[in-house]
Nanobody, 123 residues
Framework: VQLVESGGGLVQAGGSLTLSCAAS????????MAWFRQGPAKEREFVAS????????YYAESVQGRFTISRDHGRSLVYLQMIGLKPEDTAVYYC?????????????????WGQGTQVTVSS
């Protein structure tokens, strides 16, 4: 399995960005995809998840209402649309994939990770 993120960059507070994750190497039926982030001197934290089949989504409270996770089943892409960005959203954002075992918010539930893409929000 390979996960390749893109779309990061520098944006002013209040701006928007859309991250993409290209997934390959297997079919993702019955799998779950997620975005995590790791800010400076912080632990990697859950941002959002989506089930591949039913596209059921779940969000961290800190991004609820501002971020939207989605997937393109045919092209094996996962997106994270981010609006109303804040300086505290600055982090490296990682795409993750895993089967449906375990909690969707825990890092240990995901066996595959991308290399990450930097998002920097200036005040």
């Amino acid at each position: 399995v390979q996960l390749v993120e893109s779309g990061g960059g520098l944006v002013q507070a209040g701006g928007s960005l859309t991250l993409s994750c290209a997934a390959s190497g297997r079919t993702f039926t019955n799998w779950r995809m997620a975005w995590f982030r790791q800010g400076p001197a912080k632990e990697r934290e859950f941002v959002a998840s989506i089930t591949w089949n039913a596209a059921t989504t779940y969000y961290a409270e800190s991004v609820q209402g501002r971020f939207t996770i989605s997937r393109d089943h045919g092209r094996s892409l996962v997106y994270l649309q981010m609006i109303g960005l804040k300086p505290e959203d600055t982090a490296v954002y990682y795409c993750a994939a895993g089967n449906m075992r375990g909690s969707n918010t825990q890092r240990a539930s995901y066996g595959y990770w991308g290399q990450g893409t930097q998002v920097t929000v200036s005040s």
